[in-house]
Nanobody
Framework: QVQLVESGGGLVQAGGSLRLSCAAS????????MGWFRQVPGKEREFVAA????????YYADSVKGRFTISRDNAKNTVYLQMNSLKPEDTAVYYC??????????????WGQGTQVTVSS
């Protein structure tokens, strides 16, 4: 079992930055790939970024490539999402997830409760 708790969301102006954190409990954290997804009310959940268990591979949605960076610290059981050059269209609830990896949400086994990110124009 892996339990995930996101933090770091908030309100920021366009062009600003935020860093999201996702703290995991459970001994198997380091064996899971981690992903970040986001969802706007009334829309489907959207893949944002993923990182392999060893941090050797990272993947990004085209919409965030070059602006967002995913990283993880297995010693701290934490995964991060550094978000720079934020745009109003980045406004969403952001979720972290643990599982085998990839950009397809149903592949992931564990999910956090989400943290709200709001970008004002």
């Amino acid at each position: 079992q892996v339990q995930l708790v996101e933090s770091g969301g908030g309100l920021v102006q366009a062009g600003g930055s935020l860093r999201l954190s996702c703290a995991a409990s459970g001994r198997t954290f380091s064996s899971h790939a981690m992903g970040w997804f986001r969802q706007v009310p009334g829309k489907e959940r959207e893949f944002v970024a993923a990182i392999s268990w060893s941090s050797g591979s990272t993947y990004y949605a085209d919409s965030v490539k070059g602006r967002f960076t995913i990283s993880r610290d297995n010693a701290k059981n934490t995964v991060y999402l550094q978000m720079n050059s934020l745009k109003p269209e980045d406004t969403a609830v952001y979720y972290c997830a643990a599982g085998p990896g990839g950009d397809y949400g149903p592949w992931y086994d564990y999910w956090g409760q989400g943290t709200q990110v709001t970008v004002s124009s």
